[in-house]
């Protein structure tokens, strides 16, 4: 079972990076997936859960209306498309699959290893 995340960079701030965690060794249908980070000296915190079998969306206030993630079950992956970048939204993304979302991973029973995102001021 292996989950590894692409896409992260150096954006300026009011940019956009367009993150993908791709799955190998299970099939995200009966999952929940979910796009954590991490900033340094912070805690984990939660970003967006989609659910692979009906589609159901969650979102942080952090990202609301900002962030969009959206998953293609043909290609087991699954997609962060993040827009109007802040500074703030600096940290390592990981995404994570399991049964159920909270904020801080608790029902997540896979990680990947994460991808950076920078975003300058």
């Not at 997609?79 to 703030?88: A, C, D, H, I, T």
């Not at 993304?93 to 159920?100: I, K, Q």
Request: glycine residues 14%; contains cysteine; aromatic residues 12%.
């Amino acid at each position: 079972v292996q989950l590894v995340e692409s896409g992260g960079g150096l954006v300026q701030a009011g940019g956009s990076l367009r993150l993908s965690c791709a799955a190998s060794g299970f099939t995200f249908d009966d999952y929940t997936i979910g796009w954590f980070r991490q900033a340094p000296g912070q805690e984990r915190e939660g970003v967006s859960s989609i659910s692979s079998s009906d589609g159901s969306t969650y979102y942080e206030d952090s990202v609301k209306g900002r962030f969009t993630i959206s998953c293609d079950n043909a290609k087991n992956t699954v997609y962060l498309q993040m827009n109007s970048l802040k500074p703030e939204d600096t940290a390592v993304y990981y995404c994570a699959a399991g049964e159920f979302y909270t904020d801080h991973g608790e029902g997540m029973d896979y990680w990947g290893k994460g991808t950076l995102v920078t975003v300058s001021s």
